[in-house]
């Protein structure tokens, strides 16, 4: 499985999801810095969590504007699967490849603890290792995650299973107490309309041994190296 | 010419910046502040005279990249 993992100035989990990537696929992934112009082939691209540019202006803001995204946008149009973590869902937003904004937190404060997440699509590229409805533990570690869409594109996202994964509580209930950022429905990740692209606050790369703490990110990479494989 | 760009969150859009600071003024002991919402401002210097092409390209930079038009709203002022 060849993925690229874009980098951008002040991406900080490049490193990171490039470890996940080869644990699951056997190689490493090519780094592209962001001011590259082109992408070699490639099943998979990442962009990683951070703080690109200093989350001036907006988080993800000037990142989503580097010559790269061209590339990656054109990419994403024919169909190769991309995974944005963190501030790799923000620049998806901002890039207009995912719908809808991520706010500052409800509560104002940068937060960085573990999360449970429910599995609310199972059928993806990126969440077949997982089963529908499963709980899972992932780490967030963010300051402007409060998702945000008007009501007709966050009533299309539901109405058409687009959101991949929620904020829930340890026993999968979606609630209010459950949800550390404020973000509309408690969305932690969402898809593309054609489901080959996912943007995610939490940090799946960071939990996925028990060297670490846990495994639960693990099946995500897992899922990805397989798929793109078969393909 | 110079232009003063306002950037201010779209009604609807929950702005809890804007809250913390309602409370901290009412803390303050600032009464009757019934609501805050805060945004940004952002000052630019453009080569050129004719106005009609400058507000022009300053609708494109906001639209482009100042301004976040899923939950932003812009204004622009111009002193020719």
Same mark, same amino acid.
């Given at each position: 499985?060849?993925?690229c993992?874009?980098?951008f100035?002040? @991406?900080?989990?490049?490193? !990171?999801?490039?470890?996940?990537?080869e644990?699951s696929? &056997?190689?490493?992934?090519?780094?592209i810095?962001?001011?590259e112009?082109?992408?070699p082939?490639?099943?998979?691209?990442?962009?990683?969590?951070?703080?690109?540019?200093?989350?001036?202006l907006r988080? +993800?803001? /000037?990142?989503?504007?580097?010559?790269? /995204?061209?590339a990656?946008?054109?990419?994403?149009?024919?169909g190769?699967?991309?995974?944005?973590l963190c501030?790799g869902?923000?620049?998806?937003?901002?890039?207009?490849l995912l719908?809808?904004a991520? /706010?500052?937190?409800?509560?104002?404060k940068?937060?960085c603890?573990d999360?449970?997440?429910?599995?609310?699509?199972? !059928?993806?590229?990126?969440?077949?290792?997982?089963?529908q409805?499963?709980?899972?533990?992932i780490?967030i @570690?963010?300051?402007?995650g409060?998702?945000?869409a008007? @009501?007709?594109t966050?009533?299309?996202?539901?109405?058409?299973g687009?959101?991949?994964?929620?904020?829930?509580? !340890?026993? &999968?209930?979606?609630? @209010?107490?459950?949800?550390?950022?404020?973000?509309?429905?408690?969305i932690a990740?969402?898809?593309?309309?054609a489901?080959?692209?996912? &943007? /995610?606050?939490?940090?799946?790369?960071?939990?996925?041994s028990?060297e670490? +703490?846990?495994?639960?990110?693990?099946?995500?990479?897992?899922?990805?190296?397989?798929?793109?494989?078969?393909? | 010419?110079?232009?003063r760009?306002? $950037?201010?969150?779209?009604?609807?859009?929950l702005?809890?910046q804007g809250?913390?600071?309602?409370k901290? =003024?009412?803390?303050?002991?600032?009464?009757?502040?019934?609501?805050v919402?805060?945004?940004?401002?952002?000052e630019?210097?453009l080569?050129g005279?004719?106005?009609?092409?400058a507000?022009?390209?300053?609708?494109?930079?906001?639209?482009? =990249?100042?301004a976040?038009?899923? $939950?932003?709203n812009?204004?622009?002022?111009?002193?020719?």
């Amino acid at each position: 499985m060849k993925s690229c993992v874009i980098v951008f100035p002040g @991406s900080n989990c490049d490193r !990171d999801v490039a470890v996940a990537l080869e644990a699951s696929s &056997g190689t490493p992934p090519r780094m592209i810095w962001h001011g590259e112009s082109e992408l070699p082939a490639c099943d998979l691209i990442v962009l990683p969590g951070g703080f690109s540019h200093g989350d001036y202006l907006r988080s +993800g803001a /000037m990142a989503a504007r580097a010559p790269i /995204m061209r590339a990656v946008a054109a990419k994403a149009k024919a169909g190769t699967p991309v995974l944005g973590l963190c501030n790799g869902f923000q620049i998806l937003t901002e890039a207009g490849l995912l719908p809808g904004a991520l /706010m500052r937190n409800a509560g104002l404060k940068f937060i960085c603890r573990d999360v449970f997440l429910r599995v609310d699509n199972s !059928d993806t590229l990126f969440t077949r290792g997982y089963r529908q409805g499963q709980v899972v533990r992932i780490p967030i @570690s963010h300051h402007d995650g409060n998702y945000f869409a008007d @009501s007709v594109t966050l009533q299309h996202l539901e109405d058409t299973g687009r959101v991949a994964l929620r904020y829930c509580t !340890d026993d &999968g209930l979606i609630r @209010s107490e459950a949800n550390p950022n404020g973000s509309l429905n408690n969305i932690a990740g969402i898809l593309n309309e054609a489901g080959n692209v996912l &943007g /995610m606050m939490p940090h799946p790369e960071r939990l996925i041994s028990p060297e670490l +703490g846990g495994s639960d990110g693990r099946a995500m990479f897992d899922a990805l190296a397989e798929l793109v494989q078969c393909a | 010419m110079k232009a003063r760009i306002h $950037i201010t969150l779209k009604k609807g859009v929950l702005d809890p910046q804007g809250k913390a600071i309602a409370k901290a =003024l009412s803390h303050l002991g600032f009464e009757g502040v019934e609501e805050v919402r805060q945004g940004k401002y952002i000052e630019i210097d453009l080569a050129g005279d004719n106005t009609d092409t400058a507000r022009a390209r300053l609708d494109a930079m906001c639209t482009q =990249l100042l301004a976040n038009t899923v $939950i932003e709203n812009y204004s622009i002022e111009l002193d020719a």
